[in-house]
């Protein structure tokens, strides 16, 4: 099956900073996602995004399908921005989603 | 209006028992999934179900049981519940497996003791 791995596993920042997270992908996806787990649990989708770049607010997301990774921006950190992010893809059919372990991430204020 | 829900929150229970967890989604999709996240926040996926027909049955064992009585709801059983069992287990939803992305419930949190 794809295996999935995301870099940094943790990452400390000071608020304001930025910073890059990293997803690889062993084989062709036609289904990539970026997910903020926070605090509390819950699991926020943040980036539906296959392949291409976009950008809401602060965070923007890059995937070069073609070389098989993803990765995640963020801008001016915020202590709200505190939590795992978690990559996800899927291949053929888009139904079986792989997880990858996560980059858990402090801002510190 | 919550998008995906699910019941109970909270779930503690003794080895043996019999649980169910329910979802439900107001979002229209006709993908529903079950994952499990274990201690080490590492998800998988247990279940997907699209149409209401089971596509993706991962290996789970068949104490677990899903039901899906349409395509807004997936309903989650377990039997004879195990020490290993515990762990939040999340339900989500996608339009299709290929069209946008999977909405999230907010979990169940599962102890079994």
């Known amino acids: 099956g794809i295996q999935v791995e995301q870099s940094p596993p943790d990452l400390i920042l000071q608020e304001g900073a930025n910073s890059t997270l990293r997803c690889n992908f062993s084989?062709?996806?036609?289904?990539l996602q970026w997910f903020h787990q926070n605090p509390w649990g819950q699991l926020i989708n943040l980036f539906y995004?296959?392949?291409g770049t976009k950008q809401n607010g602060r965070l923007s997301a890059t995937t070069v399908a073609t070389e098989r990774y993803s990765l995640l921006y963020i801008s001016s950190s915020q202590t709200t921005d505190s939590g795992v992010y978690f990559c996800a893809v899927a291949g053929t059919g888009g139904f079986k989603t792989i997880f990858g372990a996560g980059t858990r991430l402090f801002v510190k204020a | 209006d919550t998008a995906v829900s699910q019941t109970p929150k909270y779930l503690v229970t003794q080895m043996g028992n019999d649980k169910s967890i329910k979802c439900e989604q107001n979002?229209?999709?006709?993908?529903m999934y079950w994952y499990k996240q274990d201690s080490k926040k590492f998800l998988k996926i247990m279940f997907s179900?699209?149409?209401?027909?089971?596509?993706i049955n991962e290996t789970v064992p068949n104490r677990f049981s899903p039901k899906s009585p349409d395509k807004a709801h997936l309903n989650l059983h377990i039997n004879s519940l195990e020490l290993g069992d515990s762990a939040v287990y999340f339900c989500a939803s996608s339009q299709g497996g290929q069209a946008g992305g999977q909405y999230f419930g907010p979990g169940t949190r599962l102890t079994v003791t």
């Open positions: 179900y699209n149409n209401k027909e089971l596509i």
């Open positions: 084989d062709s996806v036609n289904n």
């Open positions: 995004i296959p392949s």
């Open positions: 979002l229209g999709h006709d993908t």
